[in-house]
Structures are given as structure tokens and as C-alpha cells.
């Protein structure tokens, strides 16, 4: 069975616990309850693991090799700043999905900048906690397609 | 019934015509037809517009003011060097989900520069035609969020 | 009698036909009208044309040639994009007075670049649909000081 | 009665003292007393002020609050460094017309910059004297759209 | 009773044990207990946290939500590299005064970089260990002021 | 027979038609006139075509796969904005002589950039309309060491 | 007795006279008697000086040296264009603390730039009126360090 | 007896343990026991220690503080992003060699930037394994060198 | 007889002032007596004015029009970012030799930048007070060559 | 006679010695004797000279002037460096084409970069050793050209 | 048996014959005479020399292929400058290890660029003239490792 | 006696050579005399040289050690470029004054940059022949001042 590994980065462990008027009340145990649940449906074993510690996300990466088949990565601000997730990405050699809640390349210019996006398959921004479930469907398509080679 | 123009730009009437053993046989036919089968399956009314001429898109997004419910653009070369398709999208208010076909953050750095994010709800690249797909997922989940508030 | 060719490029046909409780509800038609009869009122011709193609109004600053005595341009997006009409204002060697709706200067710093300013006598902006009239009068004054001389 | 202030700055007392075969023979009184005459035939009160010294603009521009409806204001040679005036600008929160004689964005790269600008509702380069005509024009204009809301 | 959380980030628990006939013998718990002295002759409830991991930085910031009243945060070398602790900030919600022993504007030109200023309400830098009573000073007033409103 | 597309970008159809005193009276009519000649005197075939329009230029450029052995390209001001020229090249793989009749890297700054260079075979710029009857006959002598190879 | 020397640059005379509902009604007369009393409560001797002029700002600091034991300086706009001011401290060798009422650092991005900076102990921002109250505890513990050595 | 910390960062934990027919199959603990083997040989006594986590290394540097007398540091991706390490290093004024196993300065232009070079006393970069040994003998000639003095 | 004028910027009254054990005592009364003895040795009127005002020294470039025969000036601090004194001495067409006491080349980069070279027909700098003697004589041998013409 | 110098800058003296069956086996004794039988056939007296040493490539451009009509530079690296070349050029003034055996603008960024081609009449670059008689058919044409007028 | 070419670069000559009280009395030949004696000890037959006329070095390059199985090359300052030896190593396919006696990545912004990187093998820098006996163990390491392949 | 060294770089052989009319008939021979002469007359022996080659200038500079007392260098073109001039005047430790014919800060951008100036204790520019008289008089005052501490 096709294991993905959905891994969050810094701060996104507040998400739904500020103001939820304005930001809406999905936390991030309900996002990794949808994922677990859109694997489930859709023939995917999900588990998920949140940091905000860059060598942890690091190490995790690093766990998930000849573990899982993918990851999908927030990497959050780390995005932009870290090398070391990188090429630790570069290292294990799995498929990667990079994902933002916002569409990033709206916001600040520094926000444009990905160290992630030269290692990853593709990228899914701006849909909200809906685009982790595009991102199951993009990285399933994409390891059938590997399989049908 | 919730209406989506697919829009595509310069070169991108070429799909599937060259080197079919390296880039695949997937036409620009075939992505249209996609794109429709899967709008019947969804829900949505699905129609497909593609030009090399920057003004002619132009007029294109102008012309969906009020007909189509949102656009799914793939710009092509003109994402990085138009000002006037942001601006048309900016003018005419519609939803618009930016859509590439290889994932252009890792490609040359000129083509990391989007005049399009900034005037989208979000992005997706990299999933080849499969991303049209999701895109239209994406689109359809947000139309359905605004008419619920 | 004096003859002049007010042109317009991309998007600006939507003017007024978008939230004019926001924009007002000038209409480019509005604007092609005052600058008709303000030129009527002021001894000059005025003839309009838009377009939303970059080639098309390259065609019409080539057909001004000869036929005009001057242009009063509006070229939106392509204000900060298009060496090709900078070169085509070069060739025909009209004078051109540049203009602009809004204060390109206190917005975006992209809209900060004109290709149009090197080969423009002036540059009129911010002042709306009034910045027409402001133009006509200044092209007018400008060639009636290169008569007298 | 509508009262405006326009205001000169650094080497603007020169005008057509020098080399009146080149640069014509328009002297600074000669513009300040086509300013008034303008206004008078316009309604509009028009009092006028040049100095070489940054401080002094500032000054000025300060005692404008209250006493003048709007400034045109050709800051010379400040409008590419002086964020004072920028500030100036903003504290007494009157509509400022941004002037030049010639076209600044047709000379060096470092006369493209402007400080006045974000805080100016226009621009108007390049037209000479006849500038300040327009500039008053403008003024006037956007004065009377205000007391129209 | 008002709560404020010093945070001191990386290398900042060295201070004092290194050269004291250079830097002064002033260590990190000399000044954590002046906090705490100055917090409790001004009616402040202060507790302090020091970590060299930028991940335990965000972990303490988001750990004060709904716990603390403010922060004073001398995020050391994060200052200038890490997009994470501009999002933890902005994430709690929580007015934060930035604050350094040295004049970090006099310095090397990649410390005049500060991610923590755009979401801080006022910066200390230069004054050594008597910044950490000054900050104490200016938070307690900004909250006053907050309070009174 | 060998088969040779000359294609000629905006404003290159005003070449002669002004300033013959200057800038000579060779109009785009000879050039082209002088290229056929060439080609019949050196077995070549050769169409030829020019427009203003950037779509109007891509479009030529994919009629030209599978029915043209190589393309002369003067993009004019395309050269420098126009990554959809370049995408559109690298679609059609055909082998493309770049040529200009001034020398742009003796210009300014902005023409010194071209996005025609990293697709074509070559370079030719400077001298003037018999830089087309060097390209021809280095597009010849490129297809026949292709096919001697 | 200690001599402190408060020096406030452009704009800072209109403080309190625009806008209080929004900026608040404290003037600079208000910020300056409170300077006075301070430093009547904490034995220092206090003057005041403001000036629109950069000249007479940089006579201030000159007339300062051999009369004041420092100076708290508000350079307001010149903070960012005034390498006169930057030498005139330089000059005098009197310790200077850098005020500001607003957090330059979270402005725009030419705000970020302090030519002060260099020349000064010590930077305050972010306080509002308060950051002089401050700045002048800042300036006493610094002179008092000074004295005890 | 002289004793050398050698230090790794994030990912080379997984040396060796992909693609050993491309990148070898040395391990990183192979690596720690040459350089322990070779301090054996050379009367150096060598301790290792690798992290994914800046502040761990962080800590670590700190710890050597009074324990070893020099550093040989191959901080993988933190060498590019780390202020933290650079300022650890300064702090614990060690003298530090930075190696690299790769010749950073032929491989993407980001990596060309390192924190630590301008706090360590050498760098040797692209030898491979080999490097951590020539690494040795570059520490202890300068631990001799400067015992000599 | 030829007439100069010695023109001093700001802080430059302070010369000799402070630390004449560092910087020597020569004060700027000792440099202006020099330069008139030096002028009356070689057949120049020299006459000498110093100012902390960029206005007034403005104000003074313009009185030496049809007054002075040329200047020689030291515009310190304002050299560098003082478009006005540029524009002052392009308008009134005088020789301007340009000088500083230090080598500006070898100081900090923003030093590097003149705006006064542009307009000067030499500069010469870093040869102290002894520069004034060598730009009277370079300013007498540039005139006497204009005079021979 | 016309007579024309065919000048090579470093490394190109090792063409055709290396790797034969990758880069060909064309020396550049070929190339010289192809050009020197080029020259016989069209009427051209051509002579050649290749260093390694900037400085010898400076003198035969100096030894040039009045002996030979014109120069084909093919300058090898030094094209990206040498203003001296640039001087020297410009110093005979004589008219250069300047040559590259690759497309340089489509290789390495500091490659884009000619110090030759503001002073050459044009540049062929991209065609190999053909380039050369390229080059002399263009110098040819040139020097008709102007004798001609 | 292995030869080594050991190259130096300008200025090098000089090397303990200034101020040997600082730098040490270690000279060029010292230097030339320890490779000697360590290529005895260890193997390697090295020859040296230097230069300082680029062409010189590139001519030494030129010489070495096929006779030297390596080169250790310190250019000195044409290491930031010669594209022209960056060329020459390329083009004799020899490996080269870059050496320099100080750390050129803790000096000044321009000794950081280096043009020999990108063709070496390695880098060395940092630790005077044992320098040189590294970069011989890495040259020599190297080249084993390529023969037992 | 006081012995100088006139050091003249690239292109500096061919003064006076061409365009008499424009550039004035001084040859540098003329000014090689001017500087003998005028050194005879101020008690300074004066020799001369020029290169083409810089390895050559850089030779010249090592050999004026301990026989020249200071330079004068009009390094030419290779002011711009060449680091290794910059090192060998470092490294002979004389004084050096820069000069040059004109005034290069007038020009072309990348005559701005100096690598001479960092080690010059001066500069002149923008007067011609003449200058070297000036650097004369300046270099044998600055000898004068160190005798004479």
C-alpha cells in the first residue's frame, strides 16, 4: 500500500486556534484528519508529523526514506530560508509535493523564494486546507504514473 | 450550472505534436477534452480557449466578464513578461487558478517572475496535464466556499 | 487643420463598466467623446482608436505617419513592457505626449519604468479622464511653438 | 475664493538668465506672473514661492496648511533625494501637483526617482513653462471634484 | 498582574564568561534578575527563557499566547535569518519590543536586516545590558496605553 | 531544395521609409528582394515575412516546422521581452540565425539582453542589409555540416 | 550638572496639530516639557531645539560641543539622505542616542536606512512620545558609565 | 595532549548510504573513524559529533569551550544561512577549519556565501574524505605554529 | 584679473578645532589664508566662503556667475548626495575644480559616489590642506588654456 | 591592396589539439590559412597573429594603425575583461568586427558581457571557424562601403 | 612517476622579502624548495614557477598539458580577475587545486569571487605556506584515486 | 635626492599620436620631459616608463623598492581591472599618487571603480598634461611631510 508522509512546518500548529472569524476554525488535527481520511479513501496509508524545529523536519525527512513512497511538505518559513531541508530532500530521494496554504508568490517578496521548489515535483499554493487533498490526489497520480513506466 | 473558461497561451497548441517519446502523445486536444469530460463529471460547464497573441487573450478575459464564473490560465511565456493580462484579470474580477505544466520555480530564474500570482487565488505546477485536473478541483471547491459564506 | 491621434492600449476599453460606484462611470467612450469636442472647441482633429494588441498599435502609430500631427498615448500595460512601441515611436517621429490615468509613479514599482517616456515630449499623469483634456491642450501648445519657430 | 500656492525650488531662480538663445528667455517672474494672470482669468488665487533651500520648501509647505488649497510644486533637483518634503507632503495633507520643466523620465536614471510622487496626486513633465498652465488646470480640476462629492 | 516573557536567543547565554575585562562581567542571569528586580519594583511579573534552537524560540513564543502580556525579544543571530520567528510573532499576537546590545546598525551590513521589526512594535539596540530595563519601560507604557483606550 | 524562412519583427517594416538621407533608402521590399536573389544564386529557397504582431511572429514560426529548413530571425524589439519568440523556437527545433542590422551591444543597456540567443545557432549583428546575406550563408554552410555529419 | 541637548528635525513642529483623533493630541511643546521635567526628576539639564533646516540642524550639533554632555537626536527625514549630519556627529564627538517615534524598521524599505546609525551609541524607535523619556534614561546610564570608568 | 572536535551538520548522517555506486560507499562513521585513526597517528585526540539541528551545534561549539583546542567544522547547508554558527564561533574564539566535501564555489551561486569563513582560519573544500584528514594536519601545524610563538 | 572662488561645505569650519594632535591644527582661517597668499603669488583674487547649508552654497555658485572666472570646491558631506549643487554649477558654467582633503576613493563605498565630478573639469583629493595649493594651480592652467584658444 | 589583420587572444592557439573527435580537428593554422585563401580569392591581403598575453594583443592593435584596413578580433576571454583592448581599439580607430567561434550569449552569464562590441562595427558569433570568413566578407562590405561614399 | 607543475601568480616574488617581522621570512623559494622536498618524500616530481604576466601563466598551463599530471595554482590576484586561466585550465583538462596562503572568504567583498573555482578540483586557503604541502597530499590523493578506478 | 618614478599604463604610448586637432599634439614623450624638466627644477630625479602589459607594470612597481622614493601611476585601463596592481603597490610599500588624464569620474561607470585608489595616497584627474606636474608637486610635498615628522 502507498505510504505518503504529510509533514508541516514552523507555526502551523496554531492554525485555527487565532481568531477563527477571520481565519476560518480548521486546525491542523482536522487538516491531518482529512488527509488520513482522503487516504483512506483513496487507497493511501497518510501519517503526519508537525515541527517547528528545522532538524526535526530534517530527521523526519530522513526517517521517511524506504518508509514512505512521498511526502507532501509545508515547510512554512523554512521554505525560504533553509537549505539544510533542501538537501535533505535532494538526499532521501523521494517525491515531494510543496504545499502553502497562501498563495505565497502574492504576499512578500521574500516569500517568492523556495529553496524547496528545486527538489520538488511540483507545487500547490493559495487553495487553503483544501490543497493538501490536491496535493494526495497530484503525488498519487504522479508515483501511478512511475508505477506504469 | 457553475461556468470555467480554460485558457492557454503561446506555444502550448504544440502539446503532444513533437517528440512524443520524450514529452508524451497528451495533445492540447486531449487536455481540452479532459477538462470537459471531467466538468461533466463535477458539475461545471467547461470551455476552452487557446492563442499565441497576447492581445487576444486579453480579449478573451475580457469577454468571460460576466459569462464565466472563473478561468483556469496557463499562461505560458506570457506569465512573465505580461502586465496587461494582470492587469485584464484584475479588471474583470473573476477567480483565476494560475496553472504551469512543469514546475517553472525550478527552471530558469526568469521564469520564476509571475505577473499572474498576484491577481490569482493560487497556483499549481508541475503535474503535467494532470494539473488541469486539479485545477479544476481547486476552482470548483473555491466557488463553492464563496457561495456558502 | 491640426490632427491628432488619441490611442489607447490594453484593458482600457473596460473603463467605466466596472463597479462605478468605485471607478466612476466614465466610459472610454466618454473620454473619446470630450477629447472630440475639445479638440472641436480648440481648432484640433481628433480621431481615437484602442486596442488591446500590442502588433495593432504598432500598426496604428505606423498609419499616423503623415497623416497625424501628433499622439496622445495612453499604452496601459504596455507602457512598462513594450520596446516595440518605443522603437515605433522612434520611426515615425511624431511628437507624443505619454499618459496616464492613475499616478503610475506612487504605485507598483514595475509601473515606476516607461519605455514611452525617451521617446515622449512630456508625461501627463493622475488626473483621470481630465488628463486627456491637460494632454490635448499641451500637444497643442507644443506644436504651435515648433510652427513658430 | 480658491487659493493656491506654487512653490519652486533649488536653481529655479536661474531661469532664462543664461544662454537665453538656448533656453529660451522665460525668466521665473515671467512663469510666476503667467501663474497669476492664469488664475485670475480662472478663479483661482495664486501666490508663489522659490528657494534653493530644502528647510525653506518645508517651511513653506507647512505654512500652506490651512491658508492655500493645493501646491504645484517643481522641487527641482529635491525631488530625488529630499524624503523631507516627501514628509512635508503627507503632514499638511494638501493635493500637491508634481511639476517639471523637462522630461525627468528622459534623463539620467537618477532623475527618474521621485520622492513626491507617492504623496503627489500628479504628474505633469516635459511641456516648459505651459506646465504650470496645465498643472494649475489640473489642480483646479481635482479641487472641484473634491467639493462636487 | 501584567506578565512579560524575556526571550533571549542564540549565543546570548555566553554573555560574561568570555573576556570580562572586555564585555564586562554582566552574565545572562545578572540580567535576567535585574529584569525580574526591575519587573517587580514596577509591578511587572517577568520570567525569562534563553535556547540556541530557533525551533524552541517559536515553541516559547507561541507557548506565552494567552499566558503573557507582551515579550522583549533579543533574538540574537535569528534576527537577521529567520522568517520562522516573524510568523511566531505575528501568529500570537502579542506586542514584542526587539531589542539588542549592540547598535546593530553600526555593524556588518547583513545585521542592519532585522525579520523581527516589521512585526514588533519598537526597537532597543546599543545600550547593553540597561536596553533589557529600557524595554521593560517602554512595554509596560504600551500597555498602559492600550489599556486606557 | 533547401527552404529558408526570413522573418522580420516590428517596425522593421518602416526600414527606408524615413530619413532615406540618413539612415539609406534600402527598404524592407530590397532586403527581402536581395535575400530570394541570394538564395537562387546559392540553391536555396527563400519565403519571407514580417509583422508587428508578437502572436502573428510565433505563429509563423510554428508553420514554419516541417516545411522550413531554418529561419532567419530580426525580432526587433521582440528580442529583448519576448521569452514566448524563445519558447516557440525551442518548440519547432529548427535551427535559427539570430540577426540585427545595428550592433546592440553597442546600445543601450536594455538591447544588450536577448532571449533569441540561448535558442539559435548563432549571432549576426552591425552590418546593416548585408548581415542577411551573411546569415544565409551561414544557415547554409550550419545545414550542410549537419548533413555531412 | 549633566547638559542634554534634544534635537528634533523636519515635520516634527506639526506633531499634534493634524489628525489627533488618529496620531494623538501630544505636541512637540507637550514632548519637549515633558523632556525638561524628566530630566528636572533625574537630574539632568535639558534643552530643545527643532528646525526644518539641515544646516541649522548641523549648527546645533556643532554649537553642542564643549557646552552639552550629549544629545537625543530625532533627524525625522534627513535620518535617511544626511551624510552631513553623519559627519557633524562624527565632528563634535559628543555620544548621540538615534530616536524615532515610529518603527522605521517595519516602513518602507528606504526608512531602513540610518546614516546616523554609524555615529550614534544607541537606537530608540517604535515609542512614540515616550521613546524620548527613554532615550534620555538610555543617554544618563551611558554618561553615568562613562563617569564611573 | 591536543584534542580536536570534528563537527558535522545537517544530512551527512546520510553519507554513504545512497547510491554507493555514484557517491562511494563511505559512511560518516567511517570518516570519524579515519580522523580518529589519524589523530591516533598524529598524537591528536579527536571526538566527533554530528547534528541536523542548528542550536545542537550551536550547543555543541559551546561545549569545546576550554575542552578542545580546535574545531574542524563541515556545516553542510548551515554554512550558507547561519549567522548563529558564525557568532557561536567568534564567541568561543577556537580557531575553526571549515571543510567541505564538495568544492562549494563551483556548484550553485548560494553556496558560494559561507558564515563561517570569515571566523574560521581556513577553508578546503572539494577532496572528498580526504579533506577531514588534510583538515588535521592544517589544525594541528596552526595549533603548532601558534604554541611556538 | 582672474577672480576664484574657494568654496567650503559643511562641517568643514570645524577643521583644526578638535584633536589637533590627530588631524594637525591647520584651521580652515589657515587654509583660506594660503589660498589667497598662493593667489596673489600667482596673479589670482581669491576670495573664500564656507557654509553648512546646501542652499547657501547653492545660492553662492550662483553669485560667482559673471563674478568669478571659476571655483574650486570642497562640497564634504553634500558630494555625495546633493544633486542641487550639481545642478547649481551646470547652470551657471563655471570650471569647477573638485577637492577633498581625504581620498575619498579609499574610504567607505558611499564616498566613492560624486555628483559634483560630473559637472567638474578635474578632481584631486587625499593630499590634506596641500590640495587647495594644487587646485589654484590646476584652475589657473585650465583657464590660462581657454584664454590661449 | 586592402589589408586585414586577423588577431586571436588566449587559448585559441590550442584549437584542434584537443579532443579531435568532440571539438573537431580544425587548428587554428587552419583557420589562418583558410582566411589568408579566403583573402586571395576575394581581393584581401590577410595577415595574422595570436598571444596569450593581453598586453602583446594591445601592441599589434597599435601596430596596426596605418598598415592594415581593418581587424577581425576574435578575443577569447579577454572580451569579458579588457578594457585595455577596448582603449586600444578605440585608440587606431580602425573598424573591427569582432568574432566568437560559439554563441556567447547563450553560455555562462559573465560571457554576455563584451568590452570589444562598444567599439567594433558588429559581431558574428556562433557559427565556429566559418565565422571567420563570415567576418571577412563583412569587413569587406564595410570597407567597400565607405569607400564608396 | 607523477609531476607536478606548481604555479604562482603576481606578486608572489615578493614573499618574505618586506617586513619579515610580520609576515614571517618564509620566501617564494623556501616554498618552492619544501614542494620539492616533500614531492621527494612522498612521490611527486615538482617543478615550479611564476609570473607575473597573465599571458605567462596561461602559457605555463598550455605547457603543462601532457607533461605534468597536475598543477597546484596560486594565481593571486588574477584569481578574481582572468577568465583568460580559467580558460586555460579548461582547455588542458588537467586537474588543478586553487590555493591561497590567506582566507580570501574573510577578506575583502572582490577576493571572494574566484574564476579558477569552477575548473578546480578543490580549493585550499588559510594556512600560509602549509598550504601548499596539502594541496600536494590532495593533488596526489586525487590522482590515485583516478588511477585505481 | 629625492627619486620618482612615472609609471604610464595601456594606450598611453599612442598620445598625441592621432587627431592632433582634437586631442592636442602633447606626445607622452612631451610629457616624459615635462616631468624630467620640472623635476629638475624642484630637486626631484625623475625616470619614466611605460607598458602595454601589466605584468610588465607590475614588475616595474616591484623593482622601484628601495630605489625609488614614490610613484606617480596612470595605470590606464588597467585602473579598472587589475587587482594584481592593487597588490604590487601594497606590497613595495611607496607612496602613489593616482592620476589621470581625465576626469574619470565624468565617464563611462566602469571608470569609476579604482582598484589603484584603496593603496593611492591620492588622486588627480581631469587636467590633462598638466597633471603630472601637479602629482609631481603633491607627491614631493607628501615626501616632504614624512621627512619632516
Known amino acids: 500500500m502507498t505510504s505518503i508522509l504529510v509533514l508541516?512546518?514552523?507555526?502551523?500548529n496554531l492554525l485555527g486556534q487565532r481568531q477563527p472569524e477571520v481565519y476560518g476554525s480548521?486546525?491542523?488535527?482536522?487538516?491531518?484528519?482529512?488527509?488520513?481520511?482522503h487516504g483512506d479513501a483513496s487507497?493511501?496509508?497518510?501519517s503526519c508529523?508537525?515541527?517547528?524545529?528545522?532538524?526535526?523536519l530534517v530527521d523526519?525527512?530522513?526517517?521517511?526514506?524506504?518508509v514512505r513512497d512521498g511526502i507532501i511538505l509545508n515547510a512554512g518559513a523554512y521554505t525560504h530560508t533553509s537549505v539544510a531541508l533542501m538537501d535533505?530532500?535532494?538526499s532521501v530521494e523521494l517525491p515531494v509535493v510543496e504545499l502553502h496554504l497562501s498563495n505565497i508568490h502574492a504576499r512578500e517578496a521574500f516569500?517568492?523564494?523556495?529553496?524547496?521548489?528545486?527538489?520538488?515535483?511540483?507545487?500547490?499554493c493559495g487553495f487553503g486546507a483544501h490543497g493538501y487533498i490536491l496535493a494526495l490526489d497530484a503525488l498519487r497520480q504522479h508515483l501511478l504514473g512511475r508505477t506504469s513506466e
Chains 1, 2, 3, 4, 5, 6, 7, 8, 9, 10, 11, 12 share one sequence.
Open 8 to 12: 508541516n512546518g514552523p507555526n502551523l
Open 26 to 37: 480548521t486546525t491542523l488535527a482536522d487538516i491531518e484528519a482529512a488527509c488520513t481520511a
Open 43 to 46: 487507497g493511501l496509508s497518510v
Open 49 to 56: 508529523f508537525q515541527s517547528n524545529h528545522e532538524g526535526a
Open 60 to 66: 523526519a525527512i530522513h526517517a521517511a526514506k524506504g
Open 88 to 90: 535533505a530532500i535532494a
Open 111 to 124: 516569500r517568492h523564494k523556495s529553496y524547496i521548489a528545486p527538489v520538488a515535483i511540483g507545487q500547490i
